[in-house]
């Protein structure tokens, strides 16, 4: 299988549509509480605010023979950008720094996974994080049922913080000094 991985520009956004909307639905099959949330959640909700709030954006799709099959989207954030009318994501008093990293989404398509896939995105992801001086804590947000996700997070040094909106998602954190720990 030939995987290409392609960083593409904010510009571009438009190619992750279908994934993201997939990524949407994926998480309302796996959700046992309030799946009706992913109603009104597509990339025009969650995708296109999120970028155009970000103060830098990285996204990433795979493509195997010019089929996008995967991708992930990760961005540097003002922390006040996780207190909305949605929900309060992190107590905000417990970012020492002004911004925060997130790898916001993360998806391959069923048939595409176990190739490596999830653990080369995720790392190019935590490389671009990383590089920014001006952060020092990181989030991934999982919906509940995804306990695929929420393990291989674990998995890769992430630790359950806290659960918001009564279960409905679970939150993990790093930071840049357990990562210094832990290398």
């Known amino acids: 299988m030939n995987i ?33 949330l992913f109603d009104n959640m597509n990339f025009d909700t969650r995708m296109i605010p999120s970028v155009k709030s970000a103060i830098h954006n990285y996204i990433v799709v795979v493509k195997v023979e010019d089929k996008i099959v995967g991708y992930v989207y990760s961005n540097i954030s003002p922390k006040e950008t996780y207190s ?3 929900a309060t ?10 911004n925060v990293g997130c790898l916001s989404q993360f998806y391959i398509k ?21 590089q920014f001086d001006d952060v020092e804590d990181y989030f991934i947000y999982v919906s509940n049922g995804n306990d695929d996700a929420l393990e291989f997070y674990k998995r890769k040094g992430f630790s359950v913080s806290h659960d918001i909106l009564d279960g409905f998602i679970t939150v993990l954190r790093n930071s840049k000094q357990s990562n210094q720990n832990s290398n």
């Open 84 to 86: 909305n009318a949605f």
């Open 89 to 98: 994501f992190f107590d905000l008093s417990s970012v020492s720094k002004g």
């Open 110 to 130: 069923e048939g595409y996974r176990k190739y490596g896939i999830g653990s080369t995105l995720f790392k190019m992801s935590m490389e671009w994080l990383q």
């Open 4 to 36: 290409k991985y392609e960083i593409i520009s904010e510009e571009n956004i438009e190619d992750c549509r279908d994934a993201c909307n997939e990524l949407m639905s994926y998480q309302k099959s796996k959700a046992y509480i309030k799946p009706e």
